[in-house]
């Protein structure tokens, strides 16, 4: 069913905007470019600016507007609507990104890479399993089969807001364990076992990383995980897991991370999961290795 911006009680006329238009840019812009720009501009203004101060200065991510977004159709919005998309214009997503922007960048980041860099390669590249398979889910913002947080062991114990984000299906790394008193290093974060892994020795690397290899094995046990019927899809599989082993077996940090790398791309030729490399690069951005 056609979106209709309307009918989310969130049309206002471009005076409420207090945007001057030097250039009459919108009298360029389609009658649905429109809408979709003021709904986005409502939303900014009732849920956002009220609110992105305050997580300014207590350093958290909205994550409570997530789900309102997707339900917007922020995610994916230029995509057709079998995929979970609004069916738009590339201006319309501009005008959304240009709003979004306008209240806080890293809202803006959050929809801009779930749209371009994670589900447009999907839309452009994927076979029509994974499309069907990943881009309505990712449209409506659903939880990744594999979640990883990466936590500074020197912030101390994590606020209600992130320890609302972490599941039994969570695996949590404690970051910078070599700046910190050993004895101040929580076990459990969130009711979850956390792996404490130091960047000057790689202490702790190899259990990080055979916890990744075991979801990675547990995907592809008999009821785990779609059957490999294809002679590609099993010679990737052997890939993933050779380069986890050569992982688990190496000394060299830099050499580490880039067979982690390897086994995800390995991996995603499987299944198509290219956000198991994104969260892989937030860990070794996080550690400063392999960079």
Known sequence: MQR??????????????KTPDMFDMDSALSAEERQVRDAVARFVDERVLPMIADC???????????PEMAEMGLFGS?????????GLSHVAYGLIMQELERGDSGIRSFASVQSSLVMFPIHRYGSDEQKERWLPALARAEAADLKVMVLDAADGAPGPDIAALIDQDTLVA???IDLVDREAIPDMVGGVVATAV????GENLEALLGAIGDRVAAGFAPGG?????????????????AAL????????IELIAEDVRLAARAL??????????????????DFCIGK
């Open 4 to 17: 209709n911006w309307i009918d989310w009680g969130l049309e206002f006329k471009m005076a409420d905007l």
């Open 56 to 66: 300014f200065e207590s350093e958290r991510f909205p994550a409570e507007l997530v």
């Open 78 to 86: 230029t995509l057709e609507e079998r995929y979970g998309g609004a």
């Open 174 to 176: 404690l970051n910078k």
């Open 198 to 201: 130091s960047v000057k020795t």
């Open 225 to 241: 995980g779609p059957p490999l019927t294809r002679l590609r899809h099993r010679a990737a599989l052997g890939d993933c897991r």
């Open 245 to 252: 082993d050569r992982a688990l077996a190496g000394t060299a």
């Open 268 to 285: 995603g030729r499987i299944t198509g999961r290219v956000d198991v490399e994104d969260l892989l690069d937030v860990i070794f951005r």
